[in-house]
Nanobody
Framework: VQLQASGGGLVQTGDSLRLSCVAS????????IGWFRQAPGKEREAISV????????YYKESVKGRFTISTDNAKNTVYLQMNSLKPEDMAIYYC????????????????????WGQGTLVTVSS
């Protein structure tokens, strides 16, 4: 089971980036996939989570309307489209995936996820 995150880079305030998370060794069907980020000195936080089985989504309040999570099951890939980037979005972004019982909804606690990608750095200059 592997997740490969990519797409980070150096951008200016207001620019866009699209992060990709490719899964190998398993299919994302019936998995919950989350994008998390961790800035220096801060705790890892959930940015967006999607259930691949019913496409329900969660967004952190500060990214609503700017970020969009989506899945392409044919490519076994999850995307995070990030628009109108701000300096406070600067962090290492990680994707994670796991299977949860439906009663758990869309977990946002990072420690609940067992499968992680390696992280991709997003730098936003002001």
């Amino acid at each position: 089971v592997q997740l490969q995150a990519s797409g980070g880079g150096l951008v200016q305030t207001g620019d866009s980036l699209r992060l990709s998370c490719v899964a190998s060794g398993f299919t994302l069907d019936h998995y919950t996939i989350g994008w998390f980020r961790q800035a220096p000195g801060k705790e890892r936080e959930a940015i967006s989570v999607i259930s691949s089985s019913d496409s329900k989504t969660y967004y952190k309040e500060s990214v609503k309307g700017r970020f969009t999570i989506s899945t392409d099951n044919a490519k076994n890939t999850v995307y995070l489209q990030m628009n109108s980037l701000k300096p406070e979005d600067m962090a290492i972004y990680y994707c994670a995936a796991d299977r949860f019982e439906p009663l758990y909804g869309l977990p946002v606690d990072w420690w609940l996820y067992k499968n992680w990608g390696q992280g991709t750095l997003v730098t936003v200059s002001s």
